[in-house]
């Protein structure tokens, strides 16, 4: 019988999202169970589920670290710092840190061959994709100090960084070179932030 464990906190979701991605990594998502995923854990599958409402949830399960990224970066930002400046800056400190979210992890490459490989992640991948939209939009909707195109930004702020990563995801699948492959990365998201400022954000002296 599956050991249900009682603390129910942050470790044993952590523990069940780790066991999670071994079996979806070595079987594919959509051969593997969720309560094959419960047993392995040793929980039962409503622990599972009290952590994971979404079967999905259990490989795609930094959307809370994104939003809650996107929300530090435009709510805590020093005075006088710009939104897009400082999104940007976030952006850098995830990719200087290789974070998961940078797409640059050490294990990004099972990570995008997995999600790849499933039409229900890919599905949820974009569902995750508006729902840090509507963030980020409502964000800076609600910031007396952007007086940009909340909506726009947001739209091709999300779209841009999801672009960036399927061309990284491509090519570390690839194969190519770690190094290029690191470099055209971080071009390409300074490219994002150029075309952002001239775009849909107002330039720092028009504030």
Known sequence: M???DARGGPRTRARIAEIAAGLFHE???DAVTVAEVARAAGVSSVTV???FPRKED???DRSADAAGLLRAAVRDRAPGTDALDALHAAA????DERHPLSGLNDRSVPFFRTVAGSPALLARAREI?????AVLAGELDRDPAFDGDATLLAAFFIAGYGAVLVETARRLVAGDP????LADHRARFDRLFTALRTGVAPAPNDR
Request: without cysteine; proline residues 0%; aromatic residues 12%.
């Open 49 to 51: 589920f009290k952590h």
């Open 2 to 4: 599956a050991r249900t």
């Open 58 to 60: 259990l490989f795609l």
């Open 129 to 133: 994709a508006a729902e840090l939209q």
């Open 27 to 29: 079987r594919g998502f």
């Open 92 to 95: 850098r400190r995830l990719l």
């Open 178 to 181: 770690r190094d290029a492959v």
